[in-house]
């Protein structure tokens, strides 16, 4: 599975933004997908995961802010962030996996999004 995410960018705090994670390779229904996000000087941490039986999981840093979701029809996930704050500046990575339990090893190349105040 090859993933591609885009939709960062710079945005003011409070405001919204949609993160999208296209898939390709590989039937994508089968797969769960997460969001990950690495701050400045920070290791990355798992966010959210949306699973392939529909179960979602959300860190307590986002829930309620931020939801993820998937359209497996178009072979992609997305991560509408609502309520930004500064921070929520961080690299965004979509990753996916085939097999559970087990480790994420498919990832996109990760897009940058920038909170200011």
């Known amino acids: ?3 591609q995410a885009s939709g960062g960018g710079l945005v003011q705090a409070g405001s919204s933004l949609r993160l999208s994670c296209a898939a390709s390779g ?3 229904s089968s797969y769960d997908t997460a969001w990950f996000r ?4 920070k290791e990355r ?3 959210t995961s949306s ?3 529909g179960s979602t999981y959300y860190a307590d840093s986002v829930k ?3 939801t993820i979701s998937r359209d497996n029809a178009k072979n992609t996930v997305y991560l509408q962030m609502n309520s930004v704050k500064p921070e929520d500046t961080a690299v965004y990575y979509c990753a996916a996996r085939a097999a559970r339990p087990g ?5 996109g190349q990760g ?3 920038t909170v200011s105040s």
Request: glycine share 12%; proline share 4%.
């Open 26 to 28: 590989q039937t994508f």
């Open 38 to 41: 690495q701050g400045p000087g």
């Open 1 to 3: 599975v090859q993933l």
């Open 51 to 53: 699973w392939s039986t």
């Open 64 to 66: 309620g802010r931020f």
């Open 45 to 47: 941490k798992l966010l």
């Open 111 to 113: 897009t940058l999004v």
């Open 103 to 107: 480790d994420y090893n498919y990832w």
